[in-house]
């Protein structure tokens, strides 16, 4: 049975448990974008179903693949449900999955990760209100030991801090610093979600980061450390070194930013510390392509957000004293 668009929504979730003297409703829409990762989205659908959790559907937004993935779904299996849509980014994915939703819960997987055993039992256990959204920790993994380097990327992550109850004590600085909070772990109300709104699909990366931005300002974070996201590192991930991904970064710290400007002033400026490192490094990226003008023009931002920065001010002149060179020089 092939399961697509028209689909109506899975009607076999069961809507309420006895959870201690409270009837609560524990039934969850785990949604998984997928972009020409066959080779991969059935693990990660295993991994959900092999929860042992009733009252969940799986539901696989196909953004537009051209590799075979659509085939995979043509047998129908159940707790799951295969919605195709034209490639539209993993925002647009994930934003179609939320509106074909059907559970009190939301969750989400990237179609490359899994979700270690008891995963989701361990925040069901947790009365999820409309006020509360929950996290927890992630380990990572490699397939390929041509990959192994990627896990150097693992150093550089901060962790949320917490009280004695795993609630953390200042999400908004929390985002705002770049602590780490993954999607792939994260439980909400559907309601609650609806209500933070919508992923921005104009945004190639940090669209999840955007989000949570938003959701601080209103929400309480829950903080499990316990890795129960496994994330794959491997070569095919998008890039968060291109030019689109770092103009996408960009505008998600200058959002950070200006939320943040009269509710939190402190996470104000250190997100402005993280814009002024992100400008810097489009500058580098633009100057090794010979794009001075350009290069200065985001070092002159730079250094307008860090004003004491001596380093940033010499690439700056190193910058723009290039941009007035003969443009023969570069060919």
């Known amino acids: 049975m092939f399961i697509d668009n028209d689909q109506s929504h899975n009607a076999g979730l069961e809507p309420k448990e006895s959870f201690g003297s409270i009837a609560v409703d524990r039934t969850v829409s785990v949604i998984i974008p997928t972009f020409n990762r066959g080779q991969l989205v059935m693990a990660a659908v295993e991994s959900v179903l092999s929860q042992g959790i009733s009252g969940v559907e799986v539901i696989v937004v196909d953004d537009g693949s051209t590799d075979g993935t659509r085939e995979l779904f043509q047998e129908h299996r159940p707790g799951v449900r295969y919605v195709y849509q034209p490639n539209g980014g993993v925002s647009a994915a994930r934003n ?4 074909e939703s059907s559970a009190k819960l939301i969750a989400f997987l990237d179609s490359d990760d899994l979700w ?3 995963k989701l039992r361990a925040q069901l256990d947790h009365v999820i ?11 990572w993994f490699v397939d390929a030991d041509a990959d192994t380097f990627l896990l150097k990327q693992v150093s550089q992550v901060i962790w949320p801090r917490v009280d004695a109850d795993g609630f953390v004590v200042d999400a908004v600085l929390d985002v705002a610093e770049g602590r780490y909070f993954h999607l792939g772990t ?13 992923f921005d699909p104009g945004l190639s990366m940090g669209e999840d980061e955007d989000w949570f931005s938003r959701a601080s300002l209103t929400k309480r974070f829950h903080y499990d450390s316990r890795p129960l996201l496994q994330r794959r590192f491997h070569s095919n991930q998008t890039p968060n070194d291109s030019e689109k991904s770092l103009r996408s970064l960009k505008t998600v710290f200058e959002r950070i930013v200006d939320r943040t400007a009269r509710e939190h002033k402190r996470a104000s400026r250190v997100a402005c510390k ?8 489009l500058a580098n990226y633009l100057d090794a392509r010979h794009r001075s003008g350009e290069a200065s023009r985001e070092m002159v931002r730079a250094y307008s957000l860090t004003p004491f920065n001596v380093l940033r001010l010499m690439k700056l002149l190193l910058f723009a004293g290039r941009s007035y060179l003969p443009r023969r020089h570069y060919s």
């Open 186 to 198: 994260m439980l909400c109300t559907r309601a609650a979600f609806l209500e933070v709104g919508f």
């Open 274 to 281: 993280r814009l002024a490192a992100k400008c810097s490094h």
């Open 129 to 139: 209100s409309d006020g509360v959204v929950s996290f927890q920790g992630v380990g």
């Open 116 to 118: 270690a055993p008891g």
């Open 96 to 99: 179609r999955g939320v509106v």
